[in-house]
T-cell receptor, first 115, second 111 residues
Framework: EPEVTQTPSHQVTQMGQEVILRCVPI?????FYWYRQILGQKVEFLVS????????KSEIFDDQFSVERPDGSNFTLKIRSTKLEDSAMYFC?????????????FGPGTRLLVL | KQEVTQIPAALSVPEGENLVLNCSFT??????LQWFRQDPGKGLTSLLL?????REQTSGRLNASLDKSSGRSTLYIAASQPGDSATYLC??????????FGRGTSLIVHP
């Protein structure tokens, strides 16, 4: 069964460093998403992406964050200058369509630790 | 702003019991509601998606209902098994197709 994959599974970085989290969505999906989950907290929406553009973004997704689909398969989340509070599990998801009947399929996540 | 609440926060039951997990949301203008399962340190697995025009969905031992007007959904798990132990998340998708998640119900089913 097709699945969303994410790399790396774990990332440790120093505060102020840039990190890039990578995702390979399911191949025939058109909508891509990033979420984060701080330890013990709710899953929070960050951004949705369709047709090479950001569709929606939350208040969390500020200028320090960016997303890109550099080729036909990868979808990346970049954090330019990491802060301690960026430590969280980051999930990528994809879906065939948006809203209504379309299920989002989640990857296993990247656990980011900022020291 | 949409708020999603899940009750109970934690549940521990013996194997074989039938369970009801509750989810409530404050804004009834939703497109869908989805129930997910999350295993420790892992991603989310979609269990059931109920569109706003539907009242329930079933998959195996799972049944989810939706009462949009009252802002409630329940996930019913029949004949629980130790393998059902996980955190169950409810998420509603409203305007702009942005999902809002609850904190989840942590379920332990012991043999």
């Amino acid at each position: 069964e097709p699945e969303v994959t994410q790399t790396p599974s774990h990332q440790v970085t120093q505060m102020g460093q840039e990190v890039i989290l990578r995702c390979v969505p399911i191949s025939n999906h058109l909508y891509f998403y990033w979420y984060r989950q701080i330890l013990g907290q709710k899953v929070e929406f960050l951004v949705s992406f369709y047709n090479n553009e950001i569709s929606e973004k939350s208040e969390i997704f500020d200028d320090q964050f960016s997303v890109e689909r550099p080729d036909g398969s990868n979808f990346t989340l970049k954090i330019r200058s990491t802060k301690l509070e960026d430590s969280a599990m980051y999930f990528c998801a994809s879906s065939e369509g948006s809203g209504g009947a379309w299920t989002q399929y989640f990857g296993p996540g990247t656990r980011l630790l900022v020291l | 702003k949409q708020e999603v609440t899940q009750i109970p926060a934690a549940l521990s039951v013996p194997e074989g019991e039938n369970l009801v997990l509750n989810c409530s949301f404050t804004d009834s203008a939703i497109y869908n509601l989805q129930w997910f399962r999350q295993d420790p340190g892992k991603g989310l697995t979609s269990l059931l998606l109920i569109q706003s025009s539907q009242r329930e969905q079933t998959s195996g031992r799972l049944n989810a209902s939706l009462d949009k007007s009252s802002g409630r959904s329940t996930l019913y798990i029949a004949a629980s098994q130790p393998g059902d132990s996980a955190t169950y998340l409810c998420a509603v998708e409203g305007g702009s197709y942005i999902p809002t998640f609850g904190r989840g119900t942590s379920l332990i089913v012991h043999p």
